[in-house]
């Protein structure tokens, strides 16, 4: 039996018209990642902050990489040193794998599992898997620090959706004073609005406003043991970068106007930057 020619018409005709969508879908993805680059470029070069016009995406979300680079270029620490990050996600974008790739040496605290293979602690890196809370997060540290031969830290970053003021306040607390100390602060509280969550330690971010704590609010607790506000990342108005006091003749140029230096929420993310990361990348790295 002769079947028709137009038989499977209606079906081509679906399939073209499906992909037709998608390639269209595609296209607006590409071009919203367009405007969120151009976006993201002209609120750098614009902003008063020197620092935060240095901003550059390598592993970290969004612009942190390249003002970290900058701030250790001013007090000339780029070629080596030691770190440690608490909330590093699966590994694969956070804010020291820069200084890892740079050759420092560190250790990392998170609750997820890395999407690489790490072996046993060394003398160059450690990373241990837990549930960070104020009550654990020194010990966490000190173990840390041992694995480093107890050298002491130079960079910190801490990022946990949540308690970060009350663990940032321990570690202080207890001697954690490195020269660069990067935190995740609450845009939506503009200066000089102080405000932080109550301490839950078995908070977990719903993804709402209620997490962290208010830039005003980290200036109180850094300023108490000798640490000033340097700068916001422009892009997202995510991250804080507070250094030593002692370092401040390497910055004359950043305001001295907190409300030059803050940047308010800009929550806009890639949704691609460059090529696809590989973990193999990474995993070189540690390797």
């Known amino acids: 039996m002769k079947i028709p020619s137009n038989r499977f018409a209606p079906l081509v005709a679906f399939v073209r018209r499906c992909k037709a969508k998608l390639l269209g879908f595609a296209y607006l993805g590409e071009l919203r990642d367009l405007v969120v680059g151009h976006q993201a470029l002209s609120l750098r070069l614009a902003h ?16 942190e990489d390249g003002i970290t680079l900058e701030i250790l270029r001013r007090i000339a620490s780029v070629e080596s040193g030691t770190f440690a990050e ?12 820069i200084l890892k790739a740079l050759g420092w040496k560190g250790f990392w605290v998170g609750g997820e599992k890395l999407a690489y293979p790490i072996g046993q602690p060394t003398a160059t890196f450690s990373y ?8 654990n997060i020194v010990a966490l540290a000190e173990e840390g ?7 002491p830290v130079d ?26 100390f990067i935190v995740e602060y609450n845009a939506k509280f503009p200066p000089p609005v102080r405000w932080q969550m109550d301490y839950d330690a078995t908070h977990r971010w719903p993804g709402d406003d209620y997490f962290g704590a208010s830039l005003c609010s980290f200036v109180d607790l850094f300023s108490r043991f000798g640490f000033f506000l340097a700068c916001c990342n ?23 106007d907190l409300n030059e230096i803050y940047v308010p929420p800009r929550y806009y993310l890639y949704s691609s930057h460059g090529h696809p990361r590989s973990v193999r990348t990474i995993a070189k790295m540690f390797s």
């Open 86 to 97: 608490f909330g590093v996600g699966n590994g694969t974008e956070n804010n020291t794998l």
């Open 155 to 180: 960079v910190i970053s801490l990022d946990l959706d949540g308690n970060d003021l009350y663990l940032v306040e321990k570690l202080l607390e207890n001697g954690f004073h490195p020269k660069l």
């Open 234 to 256: 422009a892009h997202s108005g995510a991250n804080a970068f507070f250094l030593r006091e002692e370092f401040k003749g390497a910055f004359p140029d950043i305001p001295q």
């Open 48 to 63: 008063p902050n020197p620092l935060s016009r240095c901003g550059m995406k390598c592993f970290s979300q969004t612009d």
């Open 128 to 135: 241990r898997r837990a549930w960070i809370t104020r009550e």
């Open 145 to 151: 620090r041992r694995n480093l031969d107890n050298r």
